[in-house]
Nanobody, 127 residues
Framework: VQLQASGGGLVQPGGSLRLSCAAE??????????IAWFRQTPGKEREGIAC????????HYADSVKGRFIVSRDNAKHTEYLQMNNVKPEDTAVYYC???????????????????WGQGTLVTVSS
């Protein structure tokens, strides 16, 4: 299983950005793998921010991004998206996608649950 995160860059406060996480699987069904989004800034722990359960379609968000970020999935392209709206300077971070073989998101965005990680993409929110 390999994940490739992309779409990061510089965006102004209040702007929007869409991140992509392209998954490469061999011999497995894409929907058997839930993909979660995390972010990290220097000196801070990795923060789980969004996850899209494939068992029931429920989308989970951290309070810090609820109402602004939206996750979606294109099964045909094996890609999960993170639409970031009304971004704030505190959203500046390296964003990662991660997956494990389950149709359920981990409880409390536990990063140790996820076995496979993308390389990260940097998002900078600044005017």
């Amino acid at each position: 299983v390999q994940l490739q995160a992309s779409g990061g860059g510089l965006v102004q406060p209040g702007g929007s950005l869409r991140l992509s996480c392209a998954a490469e699987f061999t011999g497995v069904f894409f929907n058997d793998y839930v993909i979660a989004w995390f972010r990290q800034t220097p000196g801070k722990e990795r923060e789980g921010i969004a996850c899209h359960s494939t068992s029931d379609g429920i989308k989970h968000y951290a309070d810090s991004v609820k109402g602004r970020f939206i996750v979606s999935r294109d099964n045909a392209k094996h890609t999960e998206y993170l639409q970031m709206n009304n971004v704030k300077p505190e959203d500046t971070a390296v964003y990662y996608c991660a997956t494990h073989q389950s149709r359920f998101c981990s409880s409390g965005f536990d990063p140790t649950t996820y076995l496979f990680w993308g390389q990260g993409t940097l998002v900078t929110v600044s005017s």
